[in-house]
């Protein structure tokens, strides 16, 4: 049975963020403290090596109907996001990075797409997904121009139609978000085509707001991700065509 005693779960997922979790737990904070519905912000540890554990003890007494999920051994984003899913108890459940790239303003927009019946709605960074896109500050060139062949391999073998499949801003329906990721097993940064494929798979009807997206210097994806992004984008087509799925 799906738990959902609460309309808003906020999932951060969390590696070594001494430095971004805090301004990004205020800002949550700020917004989420001014709204009508009920929420949790979930923060979700994978791991890490620095102080970030340190640093929520400190100020989690200033951030109201926060969680922390504390899991000691690194995985990757993808099973920390899958974790975090699934422990929520909110009837939306949104996760977000821990840079907040893409403000937690957008969830307005994300909300009237909820409201009209969408079961999952997504921020894309790409003008060609939803008018009004655009990266404030932008990535490197390099990651554009990788991120751009990349999203049309990603369109010809597993999520044909979707221009911005990696934006960390992505908010799910109770149901739909038990379902994808109970089925969900890419634990690394190629996680989000895999939802997303399987969402399409099971004929979810999928929202996109336009992301006004800042860049952050200090992310934590390497060159070598994207090769993995890859290798994960063909592992999914061939999941779903040997029925890994159990869909």
Known sequence: MVSTDTYLSVIVPAYNETQRIPKTLERLHQYLADKSFTYEIVVVLDGPTDGTREV???????ISN?????RRVNRGKGFTVREGMLEARGQI?????????????HFDQMKTLFDEGCDLVIASRSPKDVAGARQTI???????????LGN????????????????????FRAEAAVRIFSQSVIEEWGFDIEVLALARHLNYNIGIIPA????DARSHVRNI?????????FKVRANLLIGKYGL
């Open 212 to 215: 006004h997206w800042v860049n």
């Open 93 to 105: 459940r949104l996760f977000t990075d821990a840079d907040n790239s893409t403000d937690i303003a």
């Open 56 to 62: 929520l003890d400190r100020i989690s007494g200033e």
């Open 225 to 233: 991700d994207y090769l993995r992004v890859f290798r994960d984008t």
């Open 138 to 148: 932008p990535q490197p060139w390099y990651k554009r121009s990788i991120g751009k």
């Open 152 to 171: 049309l391999l990603v369109q010809l073998v597993a999520v044909p139609g979707i221009w911005d499949t990696q934006c960390g801003f992505k908010a």
């Open 66 to 70: 926060l969680r922390i999920i504390d």
